[in-house]
């Protein structure tokens, strides 16, 4: 009896392997859409602000997308990618064909997605037996981000970005404001730091008039001077070509961000046209790219924003 079990169980097993290798055949041209999501990396974007305990609840096993620490083991279906997981998952099949009840898994649930805190080998021989639901002890993290099940991390970090955008721009009005939707950005924080330009701004315009000056017509006035004279040069010379996968809004940081980082290093004062052949040099030796075509690009974005970053 006891080796009728084991033989059906390795059965089972090496069903699931095969599933698991053949689905990796077919998603060979976007491997993200097979791997299980690692649960610090979903966590470290989603940024959640509470934790909650639910307690032992039943949860729907398609909606369980990833694993704390074993998102290595098995793919996206929960199937099993390596060899040396066969024992544990056997001996879990083997005691589901006894009948003998199993301790619920331990889950957290994120944005209504699950990921597996402790339970991965009996989550995989759950779905490998085609079962809809487990029982789970379930740690909810509060996020205003939903996910769905189909989602990889790169649609996550997707998420996040467009949230943070629409939080930024219901924050400071930015489209009526500037009468422009024309912050895009790659990676997610980039309009904490667009948000921290314009004070920085609004700063050194306060320091010409006895009034505080509203937080909209600093906003205006570093989109109108200074945002939007280096986008149009960025555009207009094609930078993004450079530079793949980035947006405009994103180049625009990477100047200021290395005019900062050369004026701390140097210790002095550094001019515009320093910073932007500094960095022109530094796109030349990583990028592979025409000394003559930075120049020309650094050019123009530096006569255009001169006046204000002289005032850093």
Not at 130 to 151: G, N, R, T, Y
Not at 180 to 207: C, M, W
Not at 242 to 253: E, H, I, K
Request: charged content about 30%; aromatic content about 12%.
């Amino acid at each position: 009896m006891a080796d009728d079990l084991r033989a059906l169980a390795e059965s089972d097993f090496y069903k699931a392997r095969s599933k698991a290798i053949t689905a990796g055949i077919f998603s060979m041209l976007k491997p993200s859409m097979s791997d299980l999501m690692p649960f610090d990396q979903a966590k470290e974007l989603l940024k959640p602000e509470a934790e909650t305990y639910r307690g032992i609840t039943t949860v729907p096993i398609d909606r369980i997308v990833g694993s704390e620490g074993r998102y290595r083991d098995f793919n996206r279906f929960f199937f099993p990618k390596k060899e040396h997981l066969k024992a544990r998952w056997t001996g879990i099949d083997e005691l589901q064909y006894k009948d003998i009840s199993l301790p619920p898994v331990v889950l957290y649930e994120m944005g209504g997605v699950y990921f597996v805190r402790d339970g991965n080998h009996r989550v995989s021989v759950a779905r490998a037996k085609k079962q809809e639901f487990i029982d789970a002890e379930v740690i909810s993290l509060q996020s205003e981000i939903q996910l769905d099940p189909e989602m990889t991390i790169e649609d996550i970090k997707k998420a996040v970005i467009e949230y943070e955008k629409r939080r930024f721009y219901k924050e400071t009005n930015y489209p009526n404001v500037v009468g422009a939707d024309d912050l895009n950005f790659s990676e997610p924080g980039r309009f904490d730091t667009i948000k921290e330009h314009i004070l920085v701004h609004k700063y050194f315009l306060n320091q010409h008039i006895s009034e505080e000056i509203p937080f909209h017509v600093a906003l205006y006035s570093w989109h109108d001077n200074v945002y939007q004279p280096i986008s149009q040069a960025i555009e207009a010379e094609n930078i993004l070509s450079l530079f793949p996968g980035r947006t405009v809004s994103d180049l625009y940081l990477f100047l200021v961000a290395h005019w900062d980082e050369l004026k701390r290093k140097l210790g002095r004062y550094v001019a515009i046209d320093e910073a932007a052949e500094s960095f022109k040099n530094e796109v030349k030796r990583n990028r592979n790219t025409s000394f003559e075509h930075a120049c020309r690009i650094f050019g123009s974005i530096s006569k255009k924003v001169e006046n204000f970053f002289a005032k850093l």
